[in-house]
């Protein structure tokens, strides 16, 4: 097998965000702007002697040109063998499964997530370690330090494989191995769940739709709802994948899958709905007429958790990322069980997983997850929600408000502020960060400051430290407004602004979000100065 060795000219850009390097499909098809990335990934690893990598996207356009280059990059830096789901097709969960159950050194998930596809959108790469979950910080800086010193890469002058054909192919001392990219993780839901409690209600009167969103989850969907599950099929919606999301936002949220949700809220609604984002690690869960928030989620998982075969003996603790509201640590404390606060970004429960002091993890960006893989899973989520049904015979609606009832509501909601210039967006959290002094003690009507601080993070387990993770505000009750960057985006930046408050008075659980924050929302507007220094007047997505 012959390698060259491909001079180059580094990008000065190349710094991976909150889930790995995201940018349009347009720059990262820049000449050697994928193969610089890829070669600075690969020249932070010390590889032993025939390392396995695996290798996978969401489907979304320009995948596939990038398999073929990886592959090519792969062979030429030492790897023995790549595992590819077929048709270059792997969820984010499935590729951390994969990595974990063949034990491969490490993965490469090719996916801008829930952010939209297609030539004028975005792209995305992410490099993920033998545990299957995303790079720690440590590594990502390292990748970064690396593409800011890169002069060549390495090509193995080999042709395109066919991944659209599963079984191997092999060249001289290298071999590109294409995989069914559902099988291993539908075997692995089927470990975990009780699919005969489920299949039971599914073949039943409980109707369910759950909407791919044209992204990588539909045939993992089909596979475990319909065919393992005996779902009807029209309990599915958008579960083709295309190349550009159908010209969607895979974003599975209140606005983004408005499609689902009109059906949910309709006369006539299915008992339950769910739907997963571009890789099939988020998930939004609702009712007939009842939608769930991600952090109520994590809670009630958690406090239902040995309802579910895998967790039947209980959970060693819990972990959410500090936007995300208190909810599960009221559960952690009934539990007896430890409760951690992350930063943002599942590369945070990593450590902490594989320490085996943490079963379930949640962040309130729709994201949830357990360490039977080191990624949030959107479809495990479901599942845990149908299993729970299953198990306790009751509808959404009724398991959220008795959970409210026992533990008081955590009301809870996330605005954000989209493609804000980065200048002014900058502005508001220096603003903020310079007034924190003078904050400290100031009532706003109902609600007097108790701190203000920038959040930090030392990992319990290796000690390294993340600072600058969000700036806090926290009133002497206990509710708080949390300020934060974007670190996902590709075009201007994004101020996302998080409202907790706490209300045990169950006659008010009820509430609409919007109005039992609508006083907090007001308070975190003015404190920030938000609309004039960005001459925004509402947010662009509330949640
Ligand atoms: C967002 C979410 C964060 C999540 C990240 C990746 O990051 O807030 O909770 O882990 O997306 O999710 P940010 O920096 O834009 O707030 V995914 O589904 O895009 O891999
Ligand atoms: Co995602």
Known sequence: MRINHINTTLFSDQKPGTSGLRKKVRVFQQVHYLENFVQSIFDTLELPKNATLTLGGDGRFYNCVAIQIIIKMAAANGFGRVIVGRGGILSTPAASHIIRKYQTFGGIILSASHNPAGPDDDFGIKYNTANGGPAPEKITEAIFAKSKLISEYKL??????????????????????VIDPVCDYADLMASMFDFVAIKKL???????????????????????????????????????????????????????????????????????????????????????????????????????????????????????????????????????????????????????????????????SFGTGSSHVREKDGLWAVLCWLNI???????????????????????????????????????????????????????????????????SYTDPIDGSFSSKQGLRILFTDGSRIV?????????????????????????????????????????????????????????????
């Open 156 to 177: 193995a002058e080999i042709a395109d494989v066919n991944i659209d054909k599963l079984g191997e192919t092999r060249f001289d001392g290298f071999c590109v191995q």
């Open 202 to 364: 599914l073949t039943g009167n409980f109707n369910i739709k759950f909407d791919g969103m044209y992204a990588v989850t539909g045939p993992y969907a089909k596979e475990i709802f319909i065919n393992r599950l005996g779902a009807p099929e029209s309990s599915l919606m958008n579960c083709g994948v295309s190349e550009t999301f159908g010209g969607g936002h895979p974003d599975p949220n209140l606005t983004y899958a408005h499609d689902l949700v009109d059906i949910l809220y309709a006369k006539g609604a299915p008992d339950f709905g769910a739907a997963s984002d571009g890789d099939g690690d988020r998930n939004m869960i609702l009712g007939k007429g009842f939608f769930v928030t991600p952090s109520d989620s994590l809670a009630i998982i958690a406090a239902n958790a040995t309802l579910i075969p895998a967790y039947k003996r209980g959970v060693a603790g819990v972990a959410r990322s500090m936007p995300t509201s208190g909810a599960v640590d009221r559960v952690a404390a009934k539990l007896n069980i430890p409760c951690y606060e992350t930063p943002t970004g599942w590369k945070f429960f990593g450590n902490l997983m594989d320490a085996d002091k943490v079963t379930l993890c949640g962040e309130e």
């Open 389 to 455: 049904i299953a198990a306790r015979q009751q509808s959404v609606e009724a398991i959220v408000m008795a959970h409210w009832a026992e533990y008081g509501r955590n009301v809870y909601s996330r605005h954000d502020y989209e493609n804000i210039p980065t200048d002014a967006a900058n502005s508001v959290i220096e603003y903020m960060r310079e007034n924190f002094g003078a904050m400290t003690g100031k009532s706003y009507g109902r609600y007097t400051i108790k701190t203000c601080d920038d959040f």
């Open 483 to 543: 300020f934060r960057l974007s670190g996902t985006g590709t075009e201007g930046a994004t101020i996302r602004i998080y409202l907790e408050a706490f209300e045990p008075d169950t006659s008010k659980h009820h509430l609409d979000a919007q109005d039992a924050l609508a006083e907090m929302i007001q308070i975190a507007l003015q404190i920030s100065q938000l609309k004039e220094k960005t001459s925004r007047d509402k947010p662009t997505v509330i949640t």
